[in-house]
């Protein structure tokens, strides 16, 4: 929701074309985030295994599953 709402407001304030390159940059820039990620991860599991980064990784799952306050109904 939130999302469509920064969108709407670029349309009002910005022209067209530079509203368009930003976001048309986004998916790009997604991809090669994903890929390094991923390709980061996969080294450091052949070097240490899996457990480590399991530990290293836990306290963003309980971050992100954790209650917001003030979060919309």
Known sequence: ?????VITL???????????????MAGP???VGGMSFTLSIGQQA?????EP???ALAPFDLTASAPRRGAEG
């Open 1 to 5: 929701m939130t999302r469509r709402n």
């Open 53 to 55: 980064l399991f530990a």
């Open 46 to 50: 052949e070097a240490w295994r899996y």
């Open 10 to 24: 670029e349309m009002d304030l910005l022209e067209s074309r530079m509203v368009g390159a930003p976001h048309s």
């Open 29 to 31: 820039q997604a991809w």
